[in-house]
T-cell receptor, first 111, second 116 residues
Framework: GQQVMQIPQYQHVQEGEDFTTYCNSS?????IQWYKQRPGGHPVFLIQ?????EVKKQKRLTFQFGEAKKNSSLHITATQTTDVGTYFC???????????FGTGTRLKVLA | DAGVIQSPRHEVTEMGQEVTLRCKPI?????LFWYRQTMMRGLELLIY????????DSGMPEDRFSAKMPNASFSTLKIQPSEPRDSAVYFC??????????????FGPGTRLTVT
């Protein structure tokens, strides 16, 4: 079945350093979503990418969808303690609204 | 809007007991999803509904799990009988479909289930 993997699994950074998480799907995706889950919280939608090669920015966050629409990345510039949490990508099974969530990357920011 | 509402927030029960988790989606949303999150398996989709009709229940682990959506504002996930391996956080999420391009899911706060 469809699999969505993320690397790294964990990342510890000093506050102010940059952070990147990568998402790879075993199948081509029509779109990809990113979510953030704070410790003890629930996933919160960040963004959706639809077009091949698409790049979107939200303040210090940059999201990219690969040309082949099988991979994506999230880059955070100058991390802050508020960025702590687990970042998930999610992609739909072909032809359905069934989204498969990636394994997640847990980010810890050291002040 | 109050967002997706789930109850109870915490549930501790003994093995063999029936457990019912409840969800109220955001008004007007036509998709409802039930997820389970554990350290070992991550975030798994159990079942989802469209306009109150179950569309895909392939993620339901076994016959002990059942879900219903009797109307647009209420859904339940029932486990009977419960087992210790069912311990997890169960999330309900809802979304509004549009244009076939996808949609964002709004998650509830979750129910933390502990089966002893």
């Amino acid at each position: 079945g469809q699999q969505v993997m993320q690397i790294p699994q964990y990342q510890h950074v000093q506050e102010g350093e940059d952070f990147t998480t990568y998402c790879n799907s075993s199948t081509t995706l029509s779109n990809i979503q990113w979510y953030k889950q704070r410790p003890g919280g629930h996933p919160v939608f960040l963004i959706q990418l639809v077009k091949s090669g698409e790049v979107k920015k939200q303040k210090r966050l940059t999201f990219q969808f690969g040309e082949a629409k099988k991979n994506s990345s999230l880059h955070i510039t100058a991390t802050q303690t508020t960025d702590v949490g687990t970042y998930f990508c999610a992609g739909p099974t072909s032809g359905t609204y069934k989204y498969i969530f990636g394994t997640g990357t847990r980010l810890k920011v050291l002040a | 809007d109050a967002g997706v509402i789930q109850s109870p927030r915490h549930e501790v029960t003994e093995m063999g007991q029936e457990v019912t988790l409840r969800c109220k989606p955001i008004s007007g949303h036509d998709y409802l999803f039930w997820y389970r999150q554990t350290m070992m398996r991550g975030l798994e989709l159990l079942i989802y509904f469209n306009n109150n009709v179950p569309i895909d229940d392939s993620g339901m682990p076994e016959d002990r799990f059942s879900a219903k959506m009797p109307n647009a504002s209420f859904s339940t996930l029932k486990i009977q009988p419960s087992e210790p391996r069912d311990s997890a956080v169960y999330f309900c999420a809802s979304s509004l479909s549009y244009g076939g391009a996808g949609y964002e899911q709004y998650f509830g706060p979750g129910t933390r289930l502990t089966v002893t």
